[in-house]
């Protein structure tokens, strides 16, 4: 499969604990997405990635969020002391750089904070 | 980039034509509309866009409004794999895929 892979499609955590998720994007694709959905409401987007470059951050991401992609590649998603209210459905796209092409969605993580 | 208006939800007959609408009265004249659609479960699926003539696909048209403030997603034979929640959003050229989803509409196919 070459699409874009997000791992773990699930995780559960308690309260106050790190946790990471990783994505790996469409192999040819140098922009890399991150947002994360809440139950019943459309994703929001988080942050941006071109090539290494992190080049967008939104508002919704808290300092206890960091996102890498070290090389280019595959990025992670780092939470930092998880509250509940972080428990969401955390999706991951990729991208050409062109202006307008169309962005590919992973399955996403979902992410369970007790 | 302008907000969309879309209903919360709608029904369709299987294999009858499915016309998901979507207001986008503020759109400016460098923005494209874009639909996606999320089936349950699995992350957005690009379906189409467009900027002001109408589009066509293996999966959907797309009528767009002279004056670009409306749009039409259009199912031409919908089948019960077509449930799912479908988001019209409108980006500039220029925003890469940071993109901006509303609540979007529920179609459920009916057999």
């Known amino acids: 499969d070459t699409g874009v892979s997000q791992n773990p499609r699930h995780k559960i955590t308690k309260r106050g604990q790190n946790v990471t998720f990783r994505c790996d994007p469409i192999?040819?694709?140098?922009?890399l997405y991150w947002y994360r959905q809440t139950l019943g409401q459309g994703p929001e987007f988080l942050t941006y990635?071109?090539?290494?470059?992190?080049?967008?951050k939104s508002r919704l991401l808290s300092d206890r969020f960091s996102a890498e992609r070290p090389k280019g590649s595959f990025s992670t998603l780092e939470i930092q002391r998880t509250e509940q209210g972080d428990s969401a459905m955390y999706l991951c796209?990729?991208?050409?750089?062109?202006?307008?092409?169309?962005?590919?969605f992973g399955q996403g993580t979902r992410l369970t904070v007790v | 980039d302008a907000k969309t208006t879309q209903p919360t939800s709608m029904d369709c007959a299987e294999g009858r034509a499915a016309n998901l609408p979507c207001n986008h009265s503020?759109?400016?004249?460098?923005?494209?509309v874009y639909w996606y659609r999320q089936i349950h479960s699995q992350g957005p699926q690009y379906i189409i866009h467009?900027?002001?003539n109408n589009e066509t696909n293996e999966m959907a048209s797309l009528i767009i409004t002279e004056d670009r403030k409306s749009s039409t997603l259009i199912l031409p034979h919908a089948t019960l794999r077509d449930t799912a929640v479908y988001y019209c959003?409108?980006?500039?050229?220029?925003?890469?895929?940071?993109?901006?989803f509303g609540g979007g509409t529920r179609l459920m196919v009916k057999p």
């Open positions: 796209a990729s991208s050409l750089a062109a202006g307008n092409t169309e962005a590919f």
């Open positions: 192999s040819e694709h140098n922009r």
């Open positions: 990635f071109q090539n290494e470059a992190q080049l967008e």
């Open positions: 503020t759109i400016s004249g460098n923005e494209y």
């Open positions: 467009g900027l002001k």
């Open positions: 959003i409108v980006k500039s050229y220029n925003a890469g895929n940071m993109l901006t």
